[in-house]
T-cell receptor, first 113, second 113 residues
Framework: SQQGEEDPQALSIQEGENATMNCSYKTSINNLQWYRQNSGRGLVHLILIRSNEREKHSGRLRVTLDTSKKSSSLLITASRAADTASYFCATDAYTGANSKLTFGKGITLSVRP | NAGVTQTPKFQVLKTGQSMTLQCAQDMNHEYMSWYRQDPGMGLRLIHYSVGAGITDQGEVPNGYNVSRSTTEDFPLRLLSAAPSQTSVYFC????????????FGQGTRLTVV
């Protein structure tokens, strides 16, 4: 089963509003990452937060991590139409000798102009 | 040109045929991985490698085979194609222990009829 589960599955907002997306996971992690995918394209890495960090910022992105609740949130402030895409959380966790990166099912964000 | 080169971009196979999806990177990345993406399922890890000569299974390895004889190449083999393997396949690589997949291939859209 997949490690990360995003919530909600789909989100539609007006340009200028903030978008909040959540991710929950099941096992201990080394880090958690968020990716964006535009239609028909590969994934683009947005931000990484380590297990010993609680909050990180990158431009209009703010990520939080609560390891006690095994959850993370991605906030996109002042959204733009160009933010329309699918967003995935991915967790890097050790399984046996190696760590591997597993993705959630994704959140479809639509930003209306 | 730096990046992940993934070929072919499109492929149609008949049930039972075999084929190899090629993935190559010229950035000396240790970590390489293969994912399949299906509607509503997000990205699921098929196989991954933490270095030449080392491979491991992901979430959905059945029906696929990989090898990592060099750092640069990580081919994915479909042994006997089935309609359930119709999907979009992505190869990705990482240059850090953080498993940040900064580089994705362009994807292979595979249809098995």
């Amino acid at each position: 089963s997949q490690q990360g589960e995003e919530d909600p599955q789909a989100l539609s907002i007006q340009e200028g509003e903030n978008a909040t997306m959540n991710c929950s996971y099941k096992t201990s992690i080394n880090n958690l990452q968020w990716y964006r995918q535009n239609s028909g394209r590969g994934l683009v890495h947005l931000i990484l937060i380590r297990s010993n960090e609680r909050e990180k910022h990158s431009g209009r992105l703010r990520v939080t991590l609560d390891t006690s609740k095994k959850s993370s949130s991605l906030l996109i402030t002042a959204s733009r139409a160009a933010d329309t895409a699918s967003y995935f959380c991915a967790t890097d966790a050790y399984t046996g000798a190696n760590s591997k990166l597993t993705f959630g099912k994704g959140i479809t964000l639509s930003v209306r102009p | 040109n730096a990046g992940v080169t993934q070929t072919p971009k499109f492929q149609v196979l008949k049930t039972g045929q075999s084929m190899t999806l090629q993935c190559a990177q010229d950035m000396n990345h240790e970590y390489m991985s293969w994912y399949r993406q299906d509607p509503g399922m997000g990205l699921r890890l098929i196989h991954y490698s933490v270095g030449a000569g080392i491979t491991d299974q992901g979430e959905v390895p059945n029906g696929y085979n990989v090898s990592r004889s060099t750092t640069e190449d990580f081919p994915l083999r479909l042994l006997s194609a089935a309609p359930s393997q119709t999907s979009v396949y992505f190869c990705a690589s990482s240059y850090s222990l953080d498993r940040v997949l900064a580089f994705f291939g362009q994807g292979t859209r595979l249809t098995v009829v």
